[in-house]
């Protein structure tokens, strides 16, 4: 079962191009293919700009057949939707309602900033939320510069690198190192990731941010390694600590600095609220987003289900993984996407329950779905599969949804991303 959150803000005016034109999109479940994250991301686009999207799952060519012609002919394909309920309907015990309304007025009186470096650089309109939807909720963006960032990176010492370097190590952190710059991830490379971390928690705390996203993509993929694992350590609360560089100040002492991956903002108004309200809850509060891969039965060792297979560059944090730290490699990003590495944070999640959420704008109003799940243990050699098919130098979760079948969660859910805490 998934529920569903409208935010009744002011709805903008609708300037879309596409509005009133059927649009179809097809998602297929054959191992190596990589269209059904393409084909979410499609969706999301098309939701924020009010288009009419449909989307149908190819398993066999038949039910390519049977969902095209239906399209064809009506424009429409009607996907059952009984799994999801308005939040309005859901029977939420007092205590927690009363808990959570109180947060919800606690958050919007003390405000919340979140830190955006290069809005839109990547050309993700669908990854941008309008102020005006943002400032009812009590949140505000700092926008700032990955140039300033690259900058403050030429500020942090050696020293100071090799420190964070050092105590990763000693939390049995292993990185896949090599000799050759272009294809492998070299002591030089990870050294230059943490100058990143470095000199994203000081700026982060210099504009007094609460979550920060960093697009990295583009803007920095030509100067600098991967920002992957960078964002891993930021999400976790046990991490290097960073010292504001003229005081001597720890900054965010004994907290995670929530990021927000592609600068992401719907995953980083979904991260910031995830990590107050389990921090309020006593539970620990680590987030992170990642893409929506693929799937697949799996039938072994007690499962028998339909298993999802979430996948991020590497910004999943340790405390996520199997093993924390110590169950964690970092391996090189791959040259046709990063062209000067980078390590990521890869390891496999921690087996147990999970909230999923997703936060989109529709017309004109900020919505939220959420649902349960459990991360669950594969058989190795599915495992090993598994990364081969995908990207196999980054984290995986392999999620089995409750009370959610695979059509149903294609046929809604608005984003090639998904929250998961």
């Not at 996203?213 to 976790?236: C, F, M, R, T, W």
Request: charged content about 20%; hydrophobic content about 40%; proline content about 5%.
């Amino acid at each position: 079962m998934a529920v569903h959150r409208k935010f009744k803000l002011p709805a903008r005016p609708k300037f879309t191009p596409v509005r009133g034109r059927p649009a179809l999109g097809s998602a297929s479940d054959r191992k190596n293919s990589v269209n059904l994250a393409l084909v979410l991301g499609l969706n999301r686009i098309l939701t924020q700009y009010d288009a009419a999207a449909k989307r149908i799952w190819v398993h066999l060519h038949l039910h390519l057949h049977l969902g095209l012609q239906k399209w064809l002919k009506t424009g429409r394909v009607i996907h059952p939707a009984a799994h999801v309920r308005p939040f309005a309907r859901a029977k939420v015990p007092s205590g927690a309602a009363k808990a959570g309304i109180r947060f919800a007025r606690e958050f919007r009186k003390n405000k919340a900033i979140m830190g955006i470096f290069d809005e839109g650089c990547m050309g993700m309109y669908n990854a941008i939320i309008p102020d005006e939807l943002l400032v009812p909720v009590g949140i505000y963006k700092e926008r700032l510069s990955q140039s300033a960032l690259y900058a403050g990176m030429g500020t942090v010492t050696g020293q100071e690198a090799r420190a964070v370097y050092d105590w990763l190590l000693a939390k049995g952190m292993k990185f896949d190192l090599g000799q050759d710059d272009k294809a492998d991830l070299t002591e030089a490379q990870v050294l230059a990731q943490c100058r990143m971390y470095i000199a994203a928690v000081r700026m982060a705390a210099e504009f007094g941010c609460d979550t920060i996203g960093i697009q990295y993509q583009q803007g920095l993929k030509d100067l600098s390694p991967a920002s992957d694992l960078v964002e891993g350590l930021l999400h976790n609360v046990d991490r290097p600590p960073i010292y504001h560089e003229i005081t001597g100040t720890e900054l965010y002492a004994g907290e995670a600095l929530p990021h927000f991956n592609e600068v992401d903002e719907c995953a980083g108004v979904d991260g910031l609220l995830t990590n107050r309200i389990w921090k309020r809850l006593g539970f620990p509060p680590e987030t992170t987003l990642h893409d929506v891969r693929w799937g697949r039965h799996v039938k072994a060792d007690g499962l028998d289900d339909f298993v999802w297979i979430f996948e991020i560059s590497g910004a999943v944090p340790p405390a996520h993984l199997l093993g924390g730290y110590a169950g964690t490699v970092s391996e090189r990003q791959p040259p046709m996407y990063f062209p000067l590495g980078g390590g990521t944070v890869k390891g496999l999640s921690r087996p147990g329950e999970v909230v999923w959420s997703r936060v989109f704008v529709q017309n004109g109003w900020l919505h939220c779905d959420m649902g349960l799940g459990a991360s669950v243990t594969v058989p190795d050699e599915v495992a090993r599969e598994n990364w081969r098919l995908t990207t196999s130098q980054w984290p995986m979760m392999h999620m089995v949804m409750r009370g959610i079948t695979r059509d149903q969660f294609m046929a809604l859910h608005k984003a090639n991303h998904i929250q998961v805490a």
